[in-house]
C-alpha cells in the first residue's frame, strides 16, 4: 500500500513556475514507477509526465514536453514535477500516482492516487 500526497499547487500568471512535489508513505517507494496527471474542469484525466523506479527514465506529453521536468528522491520518497513556462491551458488539478509498470503512461497502469493539488494559471 502506498499512500501519496501532493503539495505545491497555487494561482500563477502565465509564464511563471511552480514546483509540485508529491510525499510517499511506505518503505517500497523506490520500487514504484510515479507519474504525474492533471484534470482541468470537463475534461477527462490525461498523462503529463512519468519517471522510472530508479530515475534514468522519464516520459512526457507533447503538450508539456520542454517546459515541465519529472524528477524523484528515493531518499526522501518524493516525487517532483517542476513547471516552467505556465500556460492558461495548463489550469488543471494535479495528480501524482504510483505504478509497478516500466513504463507507464497510461492512467490504467498506475495502481495508487493522490488526491490532487489545484494548479491555475492565469493570463
Known amino acids: 500500500q502506498v499512500q501519496l500526497v501532493e503539495s505545491g499547487g497555487g494561482l500563477v500568471q502565465a509564464g511563471e513556475s511552480l514546483r509540485l512535489s508529491c510525499a510517499a508513505s511506505?518503505?517500497?517507494?523506490?520500487?514504484?514507477?510515479m507519474g504525474w496527471f492533471r484534470q482541468a474542469p470537463g475534461k477527462e484525466r490525461e498523462f503529463v509526465a512519468a519517471i522510472s523506479w530508479s530515475g534514468g527514465s522519464t516520459y512526457y506529453a507533447d503538450a508539456v514536453k520542454g517546459r515541465f521536468t519529472i524528477s524523484r528522491d528515493n531518499a526522501r520518497n518524493t516525487v517532483y514535477l517542476q513547471m516552467n513556462s505556465l500556460k492558461p491551458e495548463d489550469t488543471a488539478v494535479y495528480y501524482c500516482a504510483a505504478s509497478k509498470s516500466t513504463r507507464a503512461i497510461r492512467r490504467a497502469d498506475y495502481d495508487y492516487w493522490g488526491q490532487g493539488t489545484q494548479v491555475t494559471v492565469s493570463s
Open positions: 511506505g518503505r517500497t517507494f523506490s520500487s514504484y514507477a
